[in-house]
């Protein structure tokens, strides 16, 4: 399966963005779907995460709160709502699929896509 993370781009801090992770080539709804970061000079981290029916959800301790992840299997995408934007939050986004038994493990997630930058201003 193909992704494609889309939805980013610069805002100030206190606003919020919507990123869009479409899949192509194989339905995404048999996965679950994560969302992770990298910002410069940092490692990648897990930022959340959604089953395949939407049926759990998982978020890092900074995305709590904040941040909120969805899917339309009909759609065969998946969504992270991001909302009251911190500057700490600019990174590189990218979502990944990983097999719905699989731990939330970085190295479990199987097919990942290519990422969407946010820059968030202070």
């Known amino acids: 399966v193909q992704l494609q993370a889309s939805g980013g781009g610069l805002v100030q801090a206190g606003g919020s963005l919507r990123l869009s992770c479409a899949a192509s080539?194989?339905?995404?709804?048999?996965?679950?779907v994560g969302w992770f970061r990298q910002a410069p000079g940092k490692e990648r981290e897990f930022v959340a995460d959604?089953?395949?029916?939407?049926?759990?959800?998982y978020y890092a301790d900074s995305a709590k709160g904040r941040f909120t992840v969805s899917r339309d299997n009909a759609k065969n995408t998946v969504y992270l709502q991001m909302n009251s934007l911190k500057p700490e939050d600019t990174a590189v986004y990218y979502c990944?699929?990983?097999?719905?038994?699989?731990?939330?493990?970085?190295?479990?997630?199987?097919?990942w896509g290519r990422g969407t930058l946010v820059t968030v201003s202070s």
């Open positions: 990944a699929a990983r097999n719905p038994i699989a731990t939330i493990n970085p190295r479990n997630y199987n097919f």
């Open positions: 080539g194989r339905t995404l709804n048999t996965y679950a």
């Open positions: 959604i089953t395949w029916n939407a049926g759990r959800t």
